[in-house]
């Protein structure tokens, strides 16, 4: 597996273009589209949360019907969530306005909105944005990019990244982008994020695959607790790499499962780095634990808890509220058993060993504490399974942002 | 039931005292003990953290063991959890002393502790305290108070309240005090509260009224969504008032139930309204649910979510938060069911419809949600049940004081 430059347009046969629609957002990007240039087999997993945004519905009756998959148009600044059937007919108009455009079934064109919760979605901007993308759709390295900064909101950076892997002698490309930063705290998949690779696979494999590696990557970081009502995962997959189909399980679908989960970790961690208002990755990796259940509970417990996201920020070696986290988690454990160390690239330091507080270098804590990326590595001395999970500090800038998001 | 002045000593029998100890604040009371004449039955509820404080493990050795309780001592600034066998041997040597200065039994002496976690709480200034405490032992309603103060840590306000009321015919007195204000979201009880009643009444029902009446006041409010390892509440029954022992469920227990659950209602709701760097309270009212659980988990979940708390303490009448909160909370609901209002003294505005946004004066929200006490007022539509839940806003002070608590 090889990390090349690109996102969405790196597999063959995939375009993109964005423009400004003037949906939200003034003077910047605001709608982006993704065309395979033949129909494509495609996955999805979904938010979670009883509050569906309208989109996530559509997509879903999409996915979950066998439909083939042609296009995505995004949408960012409002959300279309609590929008009741004016938000249902502002997908399907969308989608219209495709099939309109370029010849494609509307059945074919998943639709994703990110934004604002409870406002209406201008119909007319959105028709007429889908109108000006269809005729500026290109396969540039450039158009992916520029796809994948038309659906930022509160993200301070765009998320993307494509890899190629072998499967029997053919070269295959996976490419992806996503978006944060706030409401993330994903159950099932996250925010928004879409995946396109030119692989032939049958597409229960696919789902299949797709599922498997969301557990340990995108629902595995959280920003702020709150479970997006908008959550989407999209993977397209169109056939052009020309590998023979992959309608099994074997070392194809493991080299591919491995190039997933690569591009799916990498786009996780990113966005944990970018939660809203954050100054660094903080990342808990829990070890030696009972259940492979419990592991994953213990890790986002900890980056989950605003007592230890405030104490990242402020550089505070409070080790006191890791400990408390794990312990109103859900999982059972003896404290006794607990090791807690801080890491980084400025060094390691243990705090706490098996029930007792151990007497540390402060100075060395402040600066491990300090470095844009921060891990707390936790062995629990308990059993054999362990799991990582990735979030950020909580800092002024996170109130800031979200005491007035809307204006 | 009437509301009169005082705290912990406005029942008969009970006596309180506090002093600068000097356990980690400089200039300012940091332990105080409550004295009761003669033992009391008395009842608990602790945290539900798997990592629960020495003192915490200590108390709930006295109070299921069926031992009466004679005292509590308390210090602020160290929480004596994560401490290992050193803690445990903090808790025995503060009862001790205590025996030796008062004449009482070490086992029935409750402790507790509320600060920082995984630093060992320096045991001869906490004998010193006890034995200056002994010596100043007073039933004055200032005593009450200054214990109040004592025990606070990033609280601004001291919380104490009491009540009488009538048993056939004899007047019973219950008085308490209690502190936040971070690491709040209690799961059996709350962080520390100490009720005291001259109450003659059977253990085992001082115990059902206990737990019965926490559910749905302490366990309702929420600062952090961070569950202790130090939540400790403790009530003292001495049987001075010289009722009729209520030895079985009827009217007086009726009515000690309905001043237990004034009295908890009003210090969980001054402890959520001073939560950490909070500007006001903030309420969710759940009404016509499905059932009691659901309410419960409704109402909490609105008052939990980051989100909606950034966007109470900015005024921003983002409902679509509350909405998104509601939708992960793990109840079921159709949000096509769903009304939503904001309510303050400043008056109400519905922004939600059934499935639709409403189009709403936001000069009239922005005025509702600027008041010091704010409710979100929701309407399911699909039952017959409620549940209320408090919390706070969510301000840079919160991550202020949380940043570098330990300094």
Redesign the interface.
């Known amino acids: 597996m090889k990390v090349i430059e690109g996102g969405v347009c790196a597999a063959k046969g995939f375009k993109a273009a964005c423009c400004e629609a003037n949906i939200k957002y003034k003077n910047r990007t605001d709608m982006a589209m993704i065309y395979s240039e033949v129909p494509c087999e495609c996955a999805g997993t979904f ?6 945004a309208a989109c996530v519905q559509w997509d879903q009756k999409l996915v979950y019907s066998g439909e083939k998959m042609q296009a995505v148009v995004v949408n960012s600044g409002i ?1 279309n ?6 938000g249902f007919d502002a997908c399907e108009a969308t989608a219209k306005a495709v099939e309109k455009e370029l010849g494609i079934k509307a059945s074919s064109v998943a639709v994703a909105s990110t934004g ?5 979605l201008p119909v007319e901007k959105l028709v007429n944005g889908v109108s000006v993308m269809s005729g500026k759709l290109e396969g540039s390295i450039e158009a992916g990019t520029n796809a994948s900064k038309a659906i930022m909101t509160t993200d301070t950076v765009h998320k993307e990244i494509a890899v190629t892997f072998e499967v029997a002698g053919k070269t295959v490309t996976l490419g992806g982008m996503c978006k944060g930063s ?2 993330i ?1 994903p ?1 099932m998949c996250t925010m928004l994020a879409f995946l396109t690779t030119d692989l032939d696979i049958d597409r229960s494999l696919l789902q299949e695959a797709v599922s498997r590696v969301v557990t340990d990557t995108f629902n595995m970081i959280t920003v ?6 908008n959550d989407t995962f999209l993977v397209m997959a169109n056939g052009l790499a020309g590998n023979e189909k992959i309608a099994k399980k074997g070392e194809a679908y493991d080299d591919f499962c491995e190039a997933l989960f690569y591009v799916c970790r990498y786009l996780a961690r990113k966005m944990a780095g970018d939660g809203e208002g954050a100054t660094k990755l903080f990342e808990a990796k829990v070890v030696n634990v009972r259940s492979k259940e419990d592991a994953r509970t213990l890790s986002r417990a900890i980056v ?4 230890s996201k ?2 990242i ?2 550089c ?1 070696a ?4 890791f ?6 988690s859900g ?3 003896d ?2 058993d607990v090791e807690l160390f801080f890491e980084s690239e400025a060094g390691r330091v243990q ?2 060993d098996k ?3 151990v007497v540390f270098d402060e100075e060395l804590a402040k600066k491990i504490l300090g470095s844009g990326e921060v891990t707390i590595y936790v062995d629990m001395h308990e059993g054999t399974e362990e799991a990582t999970a990735w979030g950020c500090d ?3 800038d ?3 942002i ?6």
């Open positions: 938010t979670s949360n009883v509050v569906k959300a969530a609590c929008t009741g059937q004016e604002v919760i409870g406002m209406q706030g409401m705290h159950n702020d607790g709150d479970t997006s009502t989950a808890s605003n007592l405030a104490a920020y402020g505070d409070n080790f006191g509220r400990l408390c986290a794990m312990g109103y999982a059972q454990f404290q006794n705090v706490f029930g007792t507080p909580l800092t002024y996170y109130v800031k979200n005491a007035d998001y809307r204006s």
